[in-house]
């Protein structure tokens, strides 16, 4: 992931918002999951939700 393109204002906005969004329905879905479990999950979340919105700037030309 090139992290540096989440310093765009509109990148960080679109980042910050999926993530939310992705984090409610992983909160109702690993409640009971042990805390190792739910960091993994967590930390590949981030990842993959970072991954999603510059994959998006970059196939559609928004800003870099």
């Not at 989440?6 to 969004?21: A, E, G, R, S």
């Not at 967590?42 to 196939?59: C, G, L, M, P, R």
């Amino acid at each position: 992931v090139s992290w540096n393109k989440l310093q765009d204002p509109v990148t960080k906005k679109l980042f910050q918002k999926k993530l939310t969004n992705r984090f409610e329905v992983l909160q109702c879905n690993e409640s009971t999951l042990p805390i190792s479990e739910r960091y993994g999950s967590f930390v590949q979340t981030v990842k993959d939700v970072a991954e999603n919105v510059v994959s998006i700037y970059k196939n559609h030309g928004m800003p870099s």
